[in-house]
């Protein structure tokens, strides 16, 4: 039995969204912004009461107001009952894929998990419902959560919807996203119904003029492990150019300046520095190579191996230049680390180069002081042995080197002159290539960048 399209309430879609972290809170607030009455499932009670309080979890630009705002308009509420998702129409299924414990591919056991929650607990009695995924999943996935729903007896339509949003940027990249893809089911009645249903979900945003693309299962879910293996790719080709200016001399910030004029290449994305990490990108290709590897494909994807290397190469760089600038050795010099979040307007911690880094040190014997503007807590409870602090000032006291390692705008704003009166030696290594090394040196700095000229060899190479 299908849902008659016409009789889809125009204006207002009954929605779930399973897994409520950094992906799933953000859709359900902003799905409860476009009309649509929400309510959002997760298996962790003290986030659900948090969400429902108004608090939220993480730190994400404009998701606090906008919780509040949704909360109090009454179409947004978090739980952790299944049974109160059975008449929603559309189920967003936004759990974590993380990559497994010694292994490259993804962890579905939450997927997994969530679909049976789905199986048990929705009632399509009435007419079908969707299951729209967002979770990064490997290329398969959808085909076989299909297959799961039809032999659960369920009249449920598996669309698989990836997301693209930026930590950071959660909020706007979700109701402005610059394209909205569908990965449809092979039956097209199946398919023109779940098509139906969600471009009712996302009428006010499609109206806009944002591209939406139509695809099958495979398509959509290659689609995004495609986009995150591109940017990573284009991190790491970056990151190897850093490598070959550090041993000629060349400067990085020069070199990505102007190749970036080409519009083919274009220069986003390509900043040299400590590198990718984060809940997606690292975790995102290793399960793509790893399911190629399933697929008897890998071979498509060896280059993958290569940018993870690169990669990781990066943050032991980063170590190492902070070594050499005390002397090679660690034990008896104070180490400041600025920033630990795996980006700037995040909190998220998960492989976080710069956490890597500073954890690196710390157990290479220094007297290691991190701070971050958003992560302090996080961090706090997350390693404990860490000596962590709120400011810049408490951190740099008395440091021999300090480290910039994730590029907030007030890390960026830092007055080199302010800075040398707190240290006791005046090194820094600029893990973001952020700041001006000119200006630091004249500050009295031993500036380091990555694949970048300091001092008088960077005046030179301006002119
Ligand atoms: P997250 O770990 O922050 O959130 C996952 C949430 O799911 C947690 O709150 C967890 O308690 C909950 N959960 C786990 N099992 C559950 C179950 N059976 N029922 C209900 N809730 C359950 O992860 P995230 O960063 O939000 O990512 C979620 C997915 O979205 C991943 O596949 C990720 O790759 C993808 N994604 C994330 C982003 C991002 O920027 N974070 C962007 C695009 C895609």
Same mark, same amino acid.
């Given at each position: 039995q299908l849902i008659d399209p016409v009789k889809v309430r125009l204006s207002s879609v009954r929605i779930s969204v399973i897994g409520c972290g950094y992906l799933g809170a953000v859709h359900a607030a902003c799905m409860a912004s476009l009309g649509h009455q929400v309510i959002g499932l997760d298996v962790d009670e003290a986030k659900v009461a948090s969400l429902n309080s108004g608090v939220p979890p993480f730190y994400e630009p404009g998701f606090a107001e906008l919780l509040d705002e949704q909360l109090a308009g009454g179409r947004l509420e978090f739980t952790t009952d299944p049974g109160r998702i059975a008449q929603a129409q559309i189920h967003f299924i936004a759990v974590g894929t993380p990559q497994l414990a010694g292994r490259y591919a993804a962890d579905l056991s939450y997927v997994r998990a969530a679909v049976q929650t789905l199986i048990e607990n929705v009632d399509t009695s009435k007419g079908p419902a969707v299951i729209a995924g967002k979770s990064t999943v490997p290329v398969g996935t959808a085909r076989h959560i299909q297959d799961l729903c039809d032999e659960s007896g369920n009249d449920l339509i598996v669309v698989w919807n990836p997301e693209f949003l930026r930590e950071g940027f959660a909020v706007t990249d979700t109701v402005h996203p610059d394209r909205i893809v569908y990965g449809l089911p092979d039956d097209p009645d199946r398919a023109e119904v779940g098509r139906k249903v969600l471009d009712e979900c996302y009428a006010e945003l499609l109206a806009t003029g944002i591209p939406r693309l139509l695809t099958n299962h495979p398509t959509a879910e290659l689609v995004k492990v495609a986009a995150n293996s591109f940017l990573a790719t284009k991190i790491s080709f970056i990151n190897a150019m850093a490598q070959l200016c550090d041993a000629t001399g060349g400067d990085v910030t020069q070199l990505a300046e102007a190749i970036g004029y080409d519009d083919r290449i274009g220069k986003k994305f390509l900043r040299a520095g400590v590198g990718f990490g984060g809940g997606c990108l690292p975790k995102d290709i /290793? %399960?793509?190579?790893?399911?190629?590897?399933?697929?008897?494909?890998?071979?498509? =994807?060896?280059?993958? &191996?290569?940018? *993870? +290397?690169?990669?990781?190469?990066?943050?032991?760089?980063?170590?190492?230049?902070?070594?050499?600038?005390?002397?090679?050795?660690?034990?008896?010099?104070?180490?400041?680390?600025?920033?630990?979040?795996?980006?700037?307007?995040?909190?998220?911690?998960?492989?976080?180069?710069?956490?890597?880094?500073?954890?690196?040190?710390?157990?290479?014997?220094?007297?290691?002081?991190?701070?971050?503007?958003?992560?302090?807590?996080?961090?706090?409870?997350?390693?404990?042995?860490?000596?962590?602090?709120?400011?810049?000032?408490?951190?740099?006291?008395?440091?021999?080197?300090?480290?910039?390692?994730?590029?907030?705008?007030?890390?960026?704003?830092?007055?080199?002159?302010?800075? /040398? %009166?707190?240290?006791?030696?005046?090194?820094?290594?600029?893990?973001?290539?952020? =700041?001006?090394?000119? &200006?630091?040196? *004249? +500050?009295?700095?031993?500036?380091?960048?990555?694949?970048?000229?300091?001092?008088?060899?960077?005046?030179?190479?301006?002119?």
């Open positions: /290793r %399960a793509f190579m790893a399911r190629a590897g399933e697929l008897g494909v890998d071979e498509a =994807l060896t280059f993958l &191996r290569e940018v *993870d +290397a690169i990669n990781l190469r990066q943050r032991d760089k980063a170590v190492e230049m902070a070594s050499n600038l005390l002397g090679g050795r660690f034990v008896g010099h104070k180490v400041a680390v600025l920033g630990a979040a795996f980006k700037p307007n995040s909190d998220d911690l998960r492989d976080s180069p710069a956490l890597e880094v500073a954890q690196q040190i710390w157990s290479r014997g220094a007297d290691l002081v991190i701070t971050d503007p958003a992560a302090a807590d996080a961090l706090r409870s997350k390693l404990p042995n860490l000596n962590v602090v709120d400011t810049v000032a408490e951190a740099v006291a008395g440091a021999d080197v300090v480290l910039l390692l994730t590029e907030w705008q007030e890390y960026r704003d830092l007055d080199p002159r302010e800075l /040398r %009166a707190l240290v006791r030696t005046p090194n820094i290594v600029d893990g973001r290539n952020v =700041l001006d090394p000119q &200006r630091w040196a *004249d +500050a009295g700095w031993t500036y380091r960048g990555m694949g970048r000229l300091a001092g008088p060899a960077a005046a030179r190479a301006q002119v």
